[in-house]
Nanobody, 118 residues
C-alpha cells in the first residue's frame, strides 16, 4: 500500500487548509481499516488529527475537532483533510497513514510541509 499527500505548501492565516491523500488501490472501504491524518510541528512530536474508517465513520482529536473535517472519494481512492481557520501554530509536516487502527500506522505517506503565513 502506498500513500501520497498533496496540497498547497503555503496557506494564509484564517483560511482553510485542504490536503488529499491518494491511496494505491481500493482499500478505503475495507472493513476495520482506519485512514489517519497526523502532523508534526517543527521541533515537536507527532499529533494524531483524525481518521476515517472503512465504513466512512470519522474520528477526531478533541483538541482539533471543531476545526477539522475528513472525507473520502472512494471512486478515486482518496481521502481529504480540511482544517479551518488555520493559524501559524498549524505549520507542520502533515502525513497520511493507516490502516489497522487509530493508533497503528503500518503505511505512511512521505509527508507534506504546510506553512501558515501571510
Amino acid at each position: 500500500v502506498r500513500l501520497q499527500e498533496s496540497g498547497p505548501g503555503l496557506v494564509k492565516p484564517s483560511q482553510t487548509l485542504s490536503l488529499t491523500c491518494s491511496v494505491s488501490g481500493d482499500y478505503l472501504t475495507t472493513s476495520f481499516r482506519y485512514w489517519s491524518w497526523i502532523r508534526q510541528p517543527p521541533g515537536k512530536g507527532l499529533e494524531w488529527m483524525g481518521a476515517i474508517s472503512g465504513t466512512g465513520a470519522t474520528y477526531f482529536n478533541p483538541s482539533l475537532e471543531s476545526r477539522t473535517s475528513i472525507s473520502r472519494d472512494t471512486s478515486n481512492n482518496q481521502f481529504t483533510l480540511q482544517l479551518r481557520s488555520v493559524a501559524p501554530e498549524d505549520t507542520a509536516v502533515y502525513y497520511c497513514a493507516g490502516p489497522y487502527g487509530l493508533s497503528r500506522y503500518d503505511y505512511w505517506g512521505q509527508g507534506t510541509q504546510v506553512t501558515v503565513s501571510s
